[in-house]
T-cell receptor, first 113, second 111 residues
Framework: SQTIHQWPATLVQPVGSPLSLECTVEGTSNPNLYWYRQAAGRGLQLLFYSVGIGQISSEVPQNLSASRPQDRQFILSSKKLLLSDSGFYLC????????????FGAGTRLSVL | EDQVTQSPEALRLQEGESSSLNCSYTVSGLRGLFWYRQDPGKGPEFLFTLYSAGEEKEKERLKATLTKKESFLHITAPKPEDSATYLCAAFNSGGYQKVTFGIGTKLQVIP
């Protein structure tokens, strides 16, 4: 069966520090991968999606970047965090061939102080 | 602009008191609609996918229905363990599957 792992679960970082959040998927090949941010009182906002290794598309211009160095690995990064980067970050995957359901990881609560 | 609106934002029910959550949507190129359950501090958990008006899906005490403009999540005789935020999301038929999420309805079921 397929599983998605996301870490760390919580992170407290000072303003201006770098960020790296990692997401891996097991039990499937060539998944579509997504990074979302969930802010209080707002719906999930799509940040990045990837349909294959090295293929990244950005939905929202921002202080963040994403990379997909391996088929089932998706990384969210920042060189210098801003206060406004605080939030709940979610990774999701769906099968790359047919299927519509997006399955989510457990999320990372990021607090930038 | 694609939009998904959920109501009410919060709902408090007595155990056994049935009710419905509403999701209205305006999405270009709509392919279908998801319902997810999200517990505090956790990622959303998939519940249902609906594709066409008139379609219904059931799981335990939950039943999701779809019309051309709205979807409803009916909760029959809820239990305290049904307390969670329920998210509605519409997805399109485009290449990468754009999903537009509502803010959610926070359900609290009181024993």
């Amino acid at each position: 069966s397929q599983t998605i792992h996301q870490w760390p679960a919580t992170l407290v970082q000072p303003v201006g520090s770098p960020l790296s959040l990692e997401c891996t998927v097991e039990g499937t090949s060539n998944p579509n991968l997504y990074w979302y941010r969930q802010a209080a009182g707002r719906g999930l906002q799509l940040l990045f999606y990837s349909v294959g290794i090295g293929q990244i598309s950005s939905e929202v211009p921002q202080n963040l970047s994403a990379s997909r160095p391996q088929d089932r690995q998706f990384i969210l990064s920042s060189k210098k965090l801003l206060l406004s980067d605080s939030g709940f970050y979610l990774c999701a995957w769906k099968t790359g061939t047919g299927g519509n359901i997006q399955y989510f990881g457990a999320g990372t609560r990021l607090s930038v102080l | 602009e694609d939009q998904v609106t959920q109501s009410p934002e919060a709902l408090r029910l007595q155990e056994g008191e049935s009710s419905s959550l509403n999701c209205s949507y305006t999405v270009s190129g709509l392919r279908g609609l998801f319902w997810y359950r999200q517990d505090p501090g956790k990622g959303p958990e998939f519940l249902f996918t609906l594709y066409s008006a008139g379609e219904e899906k059931e799981k335990e005490r939950l039943k999701a229905t779809l019309t051309k403009k709205e979807s409803f999540l009916h909760i029959t005789a809820p239990k305290p363990e049904d307390s969670a935020t329920y998210l509605c999301a519409a997805f399109n038929s485009g290449g990468y599957q754009k999903v537009t999420f509502g803010i959610g309805t926070k359900l609290q079921v009181i024993p």
